[in-house]
Every structure is written in structure tokens, then in C-alpha cells.
């Protein structure tokens, strides 16, 4: 189902090129979508004329521009002379990082003056690729480029190429004179997309995504973006140890799924996790992507910064425009009523995903209509509502999850410790409208008596956890009352009333106003620090 939805989605960004530019927003079949540092151009003769940088400035960083080249593929472990005379190659099509285009890698020895090392074997690699595959090609750029490789050796990098930033980045290439690249001159394009229909070797099957049959992918595409994955790249599907294989199946036999649908699937999938595109965001230890499905785009992009903001606010002039909206859903308006123009029938998809070694691990997925999505987002503002309100606007997922973490007087609380299973079982729990996790109420109690801080939104999402088991469990027949009830006779409820006073009236006594300081003088330990544990307890011994 979810590999569907993504397929599905793929198709849709396939068809819908950037308004803007007209250019495509997702690769084709047969290539990716990757970082490419340097342009190497290259004489008719195959001298390097020069190495370009291709990098953009965002803010105060610079960075290495994405482009479309000839897909790459999972190169594991280190590629060895016992594999290059084996015959394997493990060279992607007229680009590749250093070590394979130019022979050349970072030193990891830190010992050694010599920032870079010679890697032959890579280069060997890469050099008998394209020899094997270009020679036959009479193309000028491509013949250019057979040049390069028959003059190119490692130790020359040292002649006017020695550029630190270079190394371990991914390089492509350009004939001098060129306003395309190597890999995109018509003879490249027309090589590559033999070369795509070559016969792989893999087994024919019904693919279990698409119900149709093709040639089964035995190992998928890597996904990369995951905050906490492999830089790598991680799977969703994978079979290695012999105890996942089945029937004697190998690898991806085992979970068919055509070549085509996986490269979808995870070329969508890096395209949602890359951050540029607003697709992405971080909650807890999980990375959630998100998409929006309508008949007209702008709905559907709408729906999907509406979504953004509520999880994640922003203070930018576009994000604060939906700030009143957002106020008016927390408040239990029905949202056809404050935005009209909101198709409430737009599709809404939300995956989450956590890294898990190599692996992912699925921590949600919703799919709902936007209408239904934003009556659980008011029902969670509901049940949070304590009078008088106890936000100045409405809080972000991220933003009660914080609320986990101890509190430190004078620090910045950290959001590596919010415990990862609690962050995914509450943004199920929202999005779906189930019961919030007991573990919540019991780690924000045990929050509450370790460092003190009974903080307003603290105690809303006490009160949350307790209001929705209420609504949700018709046994349950006391509610959670949104503010002070003064009717309320029962002994506990008088107690906890008094010991309120009391600890005020201690506060008020003990605490000194330091005139010179303009702060006051707190005490170290109330009687709420003191007995709160017991009065919970035994209050009819503690009073």
C-alpha cells in the first residue's frame, strides 16, 4: 500500500514538470538525482582546460547543486584488485566520485603531509567501463573523453588539479566549447538507454506493487535523507542473512518488486526527504514526508503548507499567513468554515520513517482526506484546552514533545532527549485520533517530580491523556475538568486545592525580593517538592 501510494505520487511529478523552469522535478528512469561538486572540462584532446566548481550559496553555507545523471547503484565494501580481475565493474556512467574518475581519495591517514592517496584499482575500474562501452561511439565529446582516460594517472593530480575541496566529491565532465554535459550529448543518451535494456540477469515475476510482470529488482535503490541513516543510503526493502530467504529465492526475489517500481518508489522518496523541497519534517527520532493529492495542484499545495505549519511553524511572511487559520482549527472551528477554499477531499499522505542500522523501520502511515486530518488536529487542540488557554498560540507537535525532555533553569532543553518511541506513538496518536500513549502521562508525571516544572503545557498534556481516555472509553465516567471547579466537594479534589494555598503561602512568606538584582529570591524545596510523592499517595496520612 505505501509502495503504491508512492508509485502513484511518482507518476503524478513525472507528468507535472516545474512551472517555473519546465524542467522535470524527478529523474527519469535510469538515472538519479545527486550531488555533483566539480565539472571537469576536458579539450578535444583530452586535456583537463578546467575544473569547475558547482556549488550554490544558501545562507552562509555553500553547498554542491544537484543534477540528473546516469543512475547510480549500492557499491558495498571496498572494490579490491580480486574483484577488478574478476571482471566486475563498479563505475557509474560518466560521472563517479574521485576515487573512481580521477584515481584519487582522501588520506585517512592522519600522520601522512599528504592530503590525498592514489587509488588505482577505482580508476582501473572506471577507465575499463567506458573503454569497453564508448569505443564503438563516434561522437566528438565522447572520443574527447576516451582521450582523457587513456592520459589520465593518479600521480598527475598533483599538476595544477590538487584542489583539497575536490576530494571524495562527485565529479562529471564537459567537452570544451559544450553547454551540456558529457552525459547529456545526444550519443550518451542514446548509449545509456541501450545499455539500460541490456538484460540484467535478474528473475521475470508478477511485481507485487504494480500487478505486473518484469524483471524483478534484486536490490533496490538506496534512500538517502533519513536524519540518523547511513549517509549511504538506507532500505526499506532487503534481504541479506539466509535466514530471511524463502524457498531458496536470493535477495528481492523473495519480495518481488519490478526494477521499474523500485526505482520509483525510492526516487520519490529522496525527492520528499530532500528538505529543499518542503516535503520533510523532523519529528522525534523519525524523519516524516508528506504529500498532498488533487485534482488542481495548488490544492493540493495548500493542504501541504497548512499540514507544514500546524507540525511545524514557521516565522517566515508565507507560513505566518496561516497562522490564523491554524488558531481558529484550534479552537474547534470546522475548518469548511475559516478555509473555504480548502478542498476538504484532497488526499493526504504521511509516512514515517526512523533509521534502523541499514534498514528503516515504518513508524506511521496515514492515509486520510485533508478534512478528516484537520478534524483529528482539532480534536488534539481540544482535548490540550485548559482554561484559561494555556499557549499564546498553538503549540507544534515539536514543541510538546520538548515538554519530555528534564528541565534545566537557564538551559535550552535538547530534543536528542526526547525519548524516540514516545515522539512516533504521539504523532500516531494525533494524526489517527486514538488514545495518546499511557507511557506519555507516566513520563510526564515522573518529569513533573524530577525537576519540578509544572509548566502549563506539562499540564495540558495531563490533562490530554485523561480527557480523550474519557471521551474514548464510555466505562470511564469522571472527566478532566479545563479548569477550577469550585462545586467539586470530593475530599481529594479539597485536598489537592489546599495543598496548592499552602505551598503559596510558603512561596510568598520564604521567597525575598532582592532590590539590587530586581529578582526574587527563590527557595530551594516547597512542600510540594517534599511530599508530593506521598501526598499522591497517602494524602489522608500527609495532611
Not at 403 to 418: A, D, F, H, T
Request: neutral net charge; charged residues 25%.
Amino acid at each position: 500500500m505505501i509502495l503504491t501510494a508512492l508509485n502513484q505520487y511518482y507518476d503524478r511529478l513525472a507528468d507535472s514538470p516545474d512551472p517555473d523552469t519546465g524542467m522535470l522535478v524527478v529523474p527519469p528512469f535510469g538515472f538519479s538525482e545527486e550531488k555533483i561538486s566539480y565539472i571537469l572540462v576536458i579539450s578535444k584532446e583530452g586535456d583537463i582546460i578546467d575544473v569547475v566548481p558547482n556549488t550554490e550559496t544558501i545562507g552562509n553555507r555553500t553547498r554542491a547543486k544537484s543534477m540528473f545523471v546516469p543512475a547510480s547503484f549500492k557499491r558495498s565494501g571496498q572494490y579490491t584488485e580480486k574483484a577488478f580481475n574478476s571482471g566486475k565493474e563498479n563505475a557509474f556512467f560518466l560521472w563517479d566520485k574521485t576515487a573512481y574518475s580521477l584515481g584519487i581519495d582522501v588520506n585517512e591517514d592522519k600522520k601522512s603531509e599528504n592530503s590525498w592517496v592514489e587509488s588505482p584499482i577505482t580508476f582501473k575500474s572506471f577507465k575499463r567501463y567506458h573503454l569497453n562501452k564508448l569505443e564503438n561511439i563516434n561522437d566528438e565529446g565522447l572520443q574527447a573523453f576516451l582521450l582523457f582516460l587513456e592520459k589520465w594517472h593518479p600521480s598527475h593530480f598533483d599538476r595544477g588539479l590538487n584542489k583539497p575541496d575536490i576530494l571524495g566529491t562527485n565529479i562529471a565532465f564537459q567537452l570544451d566549447g559544450d553547454r551540456c554535459y558529457m552525459h547529456e550529448r545526444p550519443a550518451a543518451k542514446k548509449l545509456w538507454s541501450q545499455l539500460l535494456e541490456e538484460p540484467t540477469g535478474s528473475a521475470e515475476s508478477n511485481c507485487l506493487v504494480t500487478g505486473e510482470r518484469g524483471n524483478i529488482a534484486r536490490l533496490h535503490p538506496a534512500i538517502k535523507g533519513v536524519t540518523g541513516g547511513q549517509t549511504s543510503g538506507v532500505s526499506i526493502v532487503s534481504f541479506k542473512p539466509d535466514s530471511f530467504k524463502s524457498y531458496g529465492k536470493e535477495q528481492g526475489e523473495n519480495a518481488p518488486v519490478s526494477e521499474l517500481a523500485a526505482f520509483k518508489y525510492t526516487t520519490v522518496l529522496n525527492y520528499l526527504l530532500n528538505r529543499d523541497n518542503k516535503h520533510c519534517l523532523s519529528v522525534g527520532d523519525a524523519s516524516a514526508v508528506f504529500w498532498a493529492v488533487a485534482k488542481d495542484k495548488k490544492q493540493a499545495q495548500k493542504a501541504e503548507n497548512l499540514f507544514e505549519q500546524i507540525v511545524n511553524p514557521s516565522d517566515d511572511t508565507e507560513a505566518a499567513q496561516f497562522n490564523p487559520l491554524i488558531e481558529q482549527i484550534s479552537k474547534g472551528r470546522p475548518l469548511q468554515k475559516v478555509a473555504p477554499d480548502i478542498d476538504l477531499d484532497t488526499r493526504f499522505y504521511l509516512l514515517g520513517l526512523a533509521p534502523n542500522a541499514s534498514r528503516l523501520s515504518i513508524r506511521y502511515w496515514l492515509d486520510t482526506n485533508f478534512g478528516e486530518l484537520a478534524q483529528r488536529m482539532a480534536e488534539h487542540f481540544t482535548d490540550l484546552s485548559l482554561d484559561p488557554l494555556p499557549w499564546k498560540k498553538p503549540p507544534s507537535i515539536w514543541r510538546l514533545l520538548i515538554e519530555l525532555v528534564p528541565y534545566r533553569s537557564g538551559q535550552k532543553s535538547n530534543s536528542k532527549e526526547i525519548p524516540p518511541h514516545l515522539a512516533g506513538e504521539m504523532m500516531r496518536s494525533i494524526l489517527t485520533g486514538d488514545r495518546y500513549p499511557h507511557s506519555l502521562l507516566a513520563q510526564l508525571v515522573l518529569r513533573v517530580r524530577t525537576d519540578g516544572n509544572i509548566s502549563s503545557l506539562r499540564v495540558a498534556m495531563i490533562k490530554a491523556v485523561l480527557y480523550r481516555d474519557y471521551r474514548k472509553n464510555p466505562i470511564i465516567k469522571e472527566e478532566a475538568p479545563m479548569s477550577l471547579d469550585e462545586d467539586n466537594n470530593s475530599d481529594a479534589y479539597q485536598l489537592g486545592r489546599l495543598f496548592a494555598v499552602l505551598e503559596r503561602i510558603q512561596k510568598v512568606a520564604l521567597e525575598k525580593y532582592d532590590s539590587e538584582s530586581g529578582e526574587s529570591k527563590k527557595i530551594n524545596s516547597t512542600i510540594t517538592d517534599r511530599y508530593f510523592g506521598s501526598a499522591s499517595t497517602v494524602p489522608y496520612s500527609v495532611f
